[in-house]
């Protein structure tokens, strides 16, 4: 587990030295003074106790709207029109909210995972009226649930100082602020994942062969199945969760018992979670596949894993590797299977492009936070304050980058103290972040999709902080 901390220190200096930099068009040096400024919050972070000593309510009460006034003015005053993939997903919203569920693009069919997010916003839609105002609301709603979902987490495992932090924080992400004007399926997606995530970690802590009992520890298993099963059903990398589970559960978890009673409830407690997560997912299923004729169980990597190993495009989306989805007619088995096919040929007749292209990836996945002001201003209604917002994107670009270092930092900082406390449940976050990584080095690479660790690292990072808050009592 050391390699991935060397490794989250690696994308630290990345981003602080050289994709940073390269944004705002400044010398690698300059990475010095993202450094610098992420030492100095976690400086205060530590030394500074007001925060520490706000009444709980009025505590709670700020950070709801320290998350919601924001992303509010941003949504206002950014007028983010939907297109490309998100012009799908609205209008495939629209579609079903009017009875039309077969009313998608036709690639839908190679990706039926797409589908669920606007099968979420029909019902939204067939409530509250189709416009955009209405998605960009329920983003805003949802962020606000995930900072008290991180607030709760960090409570829940580190202590109330931690947690304060943490949600402070998660409120005041800069990306997710300006993402949030995107109707994009990133924001359940975050919600469910890191709930799930949360609840992974509480089991972890709180339950052992004494307490584990019908009432309690069996329902949470079942809960992270279900949540699993949820992000699943909006985007595919959910399930990573299942394996990083299991593997935690069979090599660390452990239960006050004998050994043989000990790998007893190992066992069952990753058959409950499995269960959960296969009887949840195919019975939602049953509704959806009766009206879209979609299968949104299915999912697969092939093309994924084409757009991922495509040297010329790095690894990003390209119209050449997209046209094999219209030359195979829509076919989810034979598009994915002579994608892989292809795949592989790229990956074993040229080997020796494979480290240039997996550090350009690298670079472009993990470099960089620029996603929340590139999507959130492209396109928009070009009025004044848009205009000016446009104008300067290197302020913006500047202030996403020198959170997301702060953030990095302030994870590896986590990692330290956590593995020298021999809390291991620090395992997870970093299992997740090592099977995150890895998949992507083959796999068709965007900033925003790193959006799953976030705030997992913004709930780690906190943890360090609380025996220094706790002293300042």
Known sequence: MNRLVVLLGFITLLSAFKSGPASLKLPFYSGFAFMLAAGLVIFI?????????????????????????????????????????????????????????????DFYAVFPFKMSFGLALAGLYSVFGTGLLVAKLFNVIISVCLVFIVYAGGKLLYGE????????????????????????????????????VVLILNFIQKYSFRNYGIANGNLSLLAIGLLTALAQLIRPMAMLLLPVFAIYVLLFKQYRADSLASLGLKVKSILLVF???????????????????VDVTRSDSGFNLLVGTNDKANGMFNDEDFSIIAKYDYDIDRVHAEARKIAIERITSNPQKLPGLFLRKIDKLWGNENYGYYWSTTPVKDSMLENTVKSYPRVFYGISQAFYVLVMLMGICACFYNLREKRYDVLIVLMIFGGIFLSYLLLEVQSRYHLPVMPLLILLGGSFLEPAGRGLQ
């Open 161 to 196: 100082k931690a947690a304060r932090i943490s949600g402070l924080l998660l409120a005041l992400w800069p990306a997710d602020i300006m993402f949030t004007s995107v109707i994009a399926s990133e924001h359940l997606f975050l919600v469910l994942f890191t709930g799930a």
């Open 275 to 293: 269960a959960a997560y296969y009887m949840a997912i195919n019975l939602i299923n049953i509704p959806v596949q009766k009206v879209t004729g």
């Open 45 to 105: 972070f530590l030394k500074a106790n007001l925060l520490y000593k706000i009444n709980l309510k009025v505590f709670l009460v700020v950070l709801a709207l320290l998350a919601l006034i924001p992303r509010l003015v941003w949504i206002y005053f950014i007028r983010t029109q939907p297109f490309s993939d998100f012009l799908h997903l609205y209008n495939y919203g629209v579609n079903a909210s009017n009875g039309d569920f077969k009313g998608f693009v």
